[in-house]
């Protein structure tokens, strides 16, 4: 049974950081890519970030490029998103997501539970 | 980046009825289109991929079609269980968006 598990959401000041994991279980996790997706209060759903198996190619939304990182440890089967310079724009429900190839495409077909992160003085 | 319009932004209906909603991509993204339902408090749940692929176990009252710009979802008979928001993501190029949503609601 596929289960992802994230963590590190919390109440942080503007201009602060945060680092999420997500802990993925039932499946090989570097053979997928692996995306996080966000939600804020009542919206809809943004995609974030998005990074291949081996962990070598990462892509993310223009809204966070350069303050946001995702990375992964194959070894711990952990996905990750180091989240700096954070402003009220970036409060919001944070979702890991299982890869899914279609193609030549990237869907995704499981999603963790998500974590909350806060940002407020 | 391609910016994704979706519309209705939301849509009342009634058990029995057909529904749709439709995607509009900003450039041609071929087939590279999904959609997902999310139903409240719940993680989103992918129906479609490619366009019109459907997923394993979801009804085939869902349907999906289009290509290049324009895309639509379809549910051919509304089901109690398919009042819930819907989504849909370009997956032609990075970094991917999504639609603003469609929530769909009990008439």
């Known amino acids: 049974e596929v289960v992802l598990s994230e963590s590190g959401g919390g109440v942080v000041q503007p201009g602060g950081s945060l680092r999420l994991s997500c802990a993925a279980s039932g499946f090989t996790f570097s053979n997928y890519a692996m995306t996080w997706v966000r939600q804020a209060p009542g919206k809809g759903l943004e995609w974030v970030s998005h990074i291949t198996g081996s962990g070598g190619t990462s892509y993310s939304a223009d809204s966070v490029k350069g303050r946001f990182a995702i990375s992964r440890d194959n070894s711990r089967n952990t996905l990750y998103l180091q989240m700096d310079s954070l402003g009220a724009e970036d409060t919001a429900l944070y979702y890991c997501a299982k890869g899914m190839r279609y193609g030549s495409a990237w869907y995704t077909d499981f999603w963790g539970r998500g974590t909350l992160v806060t940002v407020s003085s | 980046a391609i910016q994704m319009t979706q519309s209705p932004s939301s849509l009342s209906a009634s058990v029995g009825d057909r529904v749709t909603i439709t995607c509009r991509a900003s450039q041609d993204i071929t087939h590279d289109l999904g959609w997902y339902q999310q139903k409240p408090g719940k993680a989103p749940k992918l129906l479609i991929c490619?366009?019109?692929s459907l997923q394993s176990g979801v009804p085939p009252r869902f349907s999906g079609s289009g290509s290049g710009t324009e895309f639509t979802l379809t549910i051919s008979s509304l089901q109690p269980d398919d009042f819930a928001n819907y989504f849909c993501l370009q997956t032609y190029t990075f970094p991917y968006s999504f639609g603003q949503g469609t929530k769909l609601e009990i008439k």
């Open positions: 490619g366009a019109s």
